[in-house]
Nanobody, 116 residues
C-alpha cells in the first residue's frame, strides 16, 4: 500500500529555515519520482520541486530556485525539502506526491507558516 507521510512543518520567522520530510512506504523512491507541492489559502496547489529516477535528477519551480533544495535518502526511503530564506508568501500546506502505476498518491500535508 502506497503511503506518504509529511512532517517538519511549523511556524518560522521570515528569513528562517525549515526542512520537511516525506516518508514513503509501499514503493521505492529511487524508482518513482517524488514531488513536493504547496497550497496557500485561497490559491491553487502549485508545484514546488521534484526528484526523479535513479540518478536523482531534480527540478524546481522557477521562483523557488536557490532557496529550496529537494533531496532524498534511499536507505530511509524518504524525500526532503530544505527551505531557506523563508518569506511570508511561502506560507502554505506542503504536500508530497507520487504517481505509481498511473495512480496519484498524496500525503496529508504539513503546514508551514512564515510570520513574525
Amino acid at each position: 500500500q502506497v503511503q506518504l507521510v509529511e512532517s517538519g512543518g511549523g511556524l518560522v520567522q521570515p528569513g528562517g529555515s525549515l526542512r520537511l520530510s516525506c516518508a514513503a512506504s509501499g514503493f521505492t523512491i529511487r524508482t518513482y519520482g517524488v514531488r513536493w507541492y504547496r497550497q496557500a489559502p485561497g490559491k491553487e496547489r502549485e508545484f514546488v520541486a521534484s526528484i526523479i529516477n535513479a540518478a536523482g535528477v531534480t527540478n524546481y519551480a522557477e521562483s523557488l530556485k536557490g532557496r529550496f533544495t529537494i533531496s532524498r535518502d534511499n536507505a530511509k526511503n524518504t524525500v526532503y525539502l530544505q527551505m531557506n530564506s523563508l518569506k511570508p508568501e511561502d506560507t502554505a500546506v506542503y504536500y508530497c506526491h507520487v504517481r505509481v502505476w498511473s495512480r496519484d498518491y498524496w500525503g496529508q500535508g504539513t503546514q508551514v507558516t512564515v510570520s513574525s
